[in-house]
């Protein structure tokens, strides 16, 4: 930027720009004043054409034409925080400044029009922006303009994809395109997806990217058996049928496995953090290494084409946090572009060397018009606790989509790091807070002061443990009725629930008695009713001078002569062992399912290397010393609770490891809530908690796990479906990601656990089932975070829930799918001392509300309500079932809606159809198609959109944007 603006002769400054690139379009800015135009002029490359493939570089037909991409690739936060990164800030831990990076790769593009350039990571590249002059903003505006700068995937982040859930992944990509939309127009837009260091990847998410509209997709990172079976087989690159239910070409993607992860091949990397030699092209300096440095990219390239089918390979020129000083890389690119194509008259040299990008790359491949293997990939990922939520608020919106970065969710920062996410959630959420209590004023009626109780999961709530009287104000945002159990820590007293109709509803008030009562005091229960998409407020008086009756947990002694302990209620019955302690069996009463179900605690002793392998257990590596784990305790101290409205076994394992497994009237499943730490490390062995379920259920080897909170795959102990594989981490080697639910069946029965959070599961003998909740650990596993995880403080206690589903194989996914839904989705509870001021003196208070007139089709999720300027929403439903599901209720089957008076405050005037990410119409979107194996792809039907006859099919997400009438609310 400064280089530009001196070497003009002119301040940068000068040259103004009277609209924002978020508020006016482009075409409607003013014209740019004549200096500047001028220099723009000067510097457009020669023969500049209009973005998109058209801006690609001349090949050449009869060579091996090897594409050089020049890239960084800046994590959003890992060794140090996302500020620290940006602004260069702590380089004693690592070198790395983006601001200077940006700054040095516009300098080095505009020295030469033949360089290119990718960048990825909008979260960076958007506070850059915004820090640019409007001269620099139109430069880099021509750069993009003629495909010299190009952005790949686009999303804020480059998400992880074993820990996520499809929704944060779809709102943090949906923030980055949009941005580059409205600041580049259609020339900003990325056609090649790029996840070139998330650890393993999901079959969801190539789904999600080919709904999004990516031509292609590069990936860094994959199993070496896999990789080394693919290099021999030529299927480094593919088509991805990537789901079992959307019709092709819904959801194929090309996919492309990159030849070095994302670096450079040995010795040609040429950064300030790299320690090769230059290259060297004068003959007399005693130095000179040109024709050494040629040979050797000459054989790397010829060997690379050896496990590639077209004339075209790729070469990712560049690593973590590279081109701070880009003239250092592009000086020597340079040099050895000219020196290796000179070859081709000196030599005869077959090898063509050219700066390209990854959509270039692509464009050559799909022109080569080859048939491609239609296949399937691997999908493995690490171990992971991430957050949830939604953000209506911007701050909300960026620190929910920072935290989806693979470094961030994955939990492979380091702990200043993760305290620093935990800094902008707790920001975003914050200025979220503020946004819901004036949305809820207007809709209730009522100027109150709300309290948001961000400590509810350890029973902390200092208006409910203090005040005689308050109200509950429980939303629900899923677009169908929710009864939902509230409990709130209270006062000990008696106390009378009213609902929004004033009737007295059941309550009841659980004393747990404790050493501690500030850690577990009482808990006031009752059974809220929520309309769809709305809210219930209830009213809560403390009665005076009432002494409630005791409803503490009663301990029950170990005898073995005790008959056996149940908790029950119209649907299922849960019994406990007498002698241990442990849960022993489980009755689905509606199937007359019984089904022998043992569940406690074990723990896996973490490896810090041994004979085979001096590899450790740590933040990315999960690796046991041995194949058994061991029992945190053979038995447990229990309590029982039995009222109305709840019965607990309260199951105490050791001083460190709890649970609760609990009933609630009308429930379906059985809750378990575990409280897992501080984890003791005194004897010198890390340790790795799991929670294990075992039945005499005969599953033959296969487990089955959500992708990212959607589909469900299949899995087989020790096998992969692509290649024979060698087990070498017999325990590790079968852990997968479980985001929302894992599940072992029979074929006639199945016992499905569902998850608040992603964890990694497995089945590691038939008729058993595991999830990892806990781990700390004593060494560090090596691969560049430096700490080993032995946080302390309150990240070293972990309190979580699985719930607990039976039924029979048939009619499971009807269970498991909408609970799984609800559980993301909770309800929200906020409360309000009661006596605020009216909203609007001529309208009465309100105290229920549902924002739709009518119940969405349990089939379907209301994905996306937001806001996408003042007259205009976004809108994303979709069919929540896949293909086979039908459960007996035909909830496989496609449906359809009448959008136009669906909801209660606005009405539909007009309705476009775009890209799952609407960064794109509908209509206009286009893809790359490619031949395969498999024959043609069937043609996709003629595109109609009528809003009163809107039809999802199983597992389809559609997406609008909505101009819309608003409604006056009263209140």
């Known amino acids: 930027m400064g280089a530009y603006a001196r070497a003009a002769g002119v301040s940068a400054r000068g040259c103004l720009d009277a609209a924002g690139p978020w508020t006016i379009s482009r075409a409607l800015r003013p014209p740019l004043p004549p200096l500047c135009f001028f220099l723009l002029l000067l510097l457009a490359a020669p023969g500049a054409r209009a973005g998109g493939y058209e801006t690609c570089p001349t090949v050449q037909p009869n060579m091996l034409n090897v594409h050089l991409v020049p890239h960084t690739h800046d994590d959003v936060g890992w060794l140090k925080t996302v500020d620290q990164y940006f602004y260069g800030i702590k380089n004693d831990i690592q070198h790395a400044g983006v601001q200077y990076i940006l700054d040095s790769v516009i300098s080095a593009l505009l020295a030469d029009p033949t360089r290119r350039f990718i960048y990825v990571e909008i979260a960076f590249f958007s506070r850059w922006w915004h820090q640019q002059t409007n001269a620099m903003r139109e430069v880099v505006r021509d750069l993009v303009r003629q495909g010299r700068l190009e952005f790949a995937n686009g999303g ?35 056609r090649v997806a790029w996840h070139i260091d998330p650890f393993g990847h999901s079959r969801e998410q190539a789904s999600l ?68 030699q230059p290259v060297v092209e004068d003959p007399h300096s005693p130095e000179y290494n040109a024709k050494e440095l040629v040979d050797y990219f000459l054989n790397v390239a010829t060997a690379q084409g050896r496990h590639y089918r077209t004339n075209h390979i790729v070469m990712t020129m560049g690593s973590d946090f590279q081109y701070e000083n880009a003239n250092m890389w592009f000086k020597n690119l340079d040099k050895l572009i000219r020196l290796v194509n000179a070859q081709q008259q000196a030599k005869g040299s077959s090898v063509h060397v050219l700066y390209s990008t990854p959509a270039c790359y692509l464009w ?80 209730r009626g009522f100027k109150d002061h709300l309290t948001f109780c961000r400590q509810l999961n350890i029973s902390i709530c200092p208006l409910s443990q203090t005040a005689a009287r308050f109200q509950v104000i429980v939303y629900n945002p899923l677009g169908r009725k929710v009864n939902w159990m509230v409990r709130l820590p209270v006062s000990e007293g008696v106390f009378v629930v009213k609902d929004p109709n004033g009737r007295t509803v059941p309550s009841d008030v659980v004393v747990y008695p404790s050493s501690d009562s500030q850690a577990h005091p009482p808990e006031l229960l009752f059974s809220a009713s929520l309309p769809a998409l709305g809210f219930s407020t209830y009213s809560v008086a403390q009665v005076p001078h009432w002494k409630p009756q005791a409803r503490a947990p009663q301990p029950i002694p170990r005898r073995s002569w005790s008959p056996a302990l149940t908790i029950e209620n119209e649907h299922i019955r849960a019994t406990f062992d007498p002698d241990t302690g442990l849960l022993m069996k489980i009755m689905n009463m509606n199937q007359q399912l019984l089904l022998p179900v043992r569940q406690t605690f074990f723990w896996y002793n973490a490896s810090i290397g041994d004979n085979e ?138 016992l499905t656990v569902l998850t608040d959070r992603s964890q990694g599961g497995s089945s590691l003998r038939d008729g058993s089932l595991e999830l990892m909740v806990h781990r700390r650990l004593l060494k560090d596993d090596e691969r560049g975070v430096s700490e080993p995880l032995m946080e302390n403080g309150s990240g070293a206690w972990v309190r979580g829930r699985h719930l607990v589903l039976l039924d029979t194989a048939q009619a499971a996914a009807a269970g498991h799918r909408l609970l799984a839904e609800q559980e993301v989705l909770a309800p929200q509870v906020v409360l309000a001392p009661g006596g605020g001021a009216a909203y609007n003196l001529g309208a009465p208070p309100r105290t229920q509300f549902s924002g739709l007139r009518r119940e969405l089709p349990p089939s379907v999720h209301l994905l996306t309500l937001a806001s996408w300027g003042p007259e205009m929403v976004l809108l994303r439903l979709e069919h929540q079932f896949a293909v086979g599901e039908d459960s007996g209720r035909n909830l496989s089957a496609p449906v359809t809606l009448n959008l136009r008076d669906l909801f209660s405050t606005f009405t539909i005037t007009r309705l476009q159809e775009t890209t799952l990410v609407a960064n794109q119409l509908r209509e206009a979107a286009s893809r790359l198609k490619w031949a395969t194996n498999t024959g043609p792809t069937p043609h996709q039907t003629p595109y109609q959109l009528d809003p009163a006859n809107i039809t999802l099919e199983p597992m389809e997400i559609r997406t609008f944007l909505a101009s819309v009438q608003w409604k006056e609310v009263d209140g």
């Open 613 to 750: 392998s001096d590899q450790a257990s740590g933040a990315y590596i999960f690796r046991p010393n041995q194949q058994k784990p061991l029992p945190v305790s053979r038995w447990a101290q229990i309590r029982l609770v039995k009222t109305p409205l709840v019965q607990e076994v309260h199951q105490n394992f050791s001083a460190w490891c709890s649970q609760v497994v609990r009933l609630y009237p009308g429930q379906r499943h059985l809750e378990l809530e575990w409280s897992v730490g501080p984890i003791p490390v005194g004897d010198t062995w890390g340790k790795e908690v799991i929670s294990r379920f075992d039945t005499p259920l005969e599953t033959k080897g296969r487990f089955y796990t959500d992708s990212n909170g959607r589909e469900i795959l299949e899995r087989r102990r020790d096998y992969r479906p692509t290649w024979k594989l060698n087990q070498t981490e017999p325990v590790a080697g079968n852990y997968y990601p479980v985001n929302t639910r894992i599940y072992i069946t029979d074929g006639n029965m199945q």
């Open 364 to 443: 050559e491949l799909n022109k080569a018009n080859l048939t491609w293997y239609l296949g399937k990939l691997g999908s493995l990922g690490g171990l992971a606790c991430p957050v949830g939520g939604r953000g209506a608020d911007p701050r909300a919106d960026k620190a929910m989509a920072v935290l989806q970065h693979h470094d961030a969710v994955s939990g492979t920062s380091r702990q200043h790091v993760a305290d620093d996410y935990a800094r902008q959630l707790a920001a975003g959420w914050g200025s979220c807070e503020v946004l819901l209590s004036n949305a809820l004023a207007r809709l």
């Open 156 to 190: 804020w982040v480059m998400n992880d994809e074993a820990a996520t859930h499809y929704g944060a992944i779809v709102d943090q990509m949906t923030l980055g395109l949009r941005f580059l939309e409205d600041t580049f127009g259609s020339d900003g837009r990325p």
């Open 209 to 276: 990217f080919a709904q999004m509209g990516f031509d292609g997709f590069f990936f860094g990172r994959l199993d070496y058996q896999d990789k080394w079976v693919r290099m021999q087989k030529l299927e480094m690159e593919q088509v991805w049928r990537a789901s079992a239910s959307l019709k092709p070409p819904t959801a194929d993607l090309f996919t492309g496995v990159l030849p070095n992860g994302y670096n450079p091949p040995m010795n040609l990397c040429w950064d300030v953090l790299c320690v090769d």
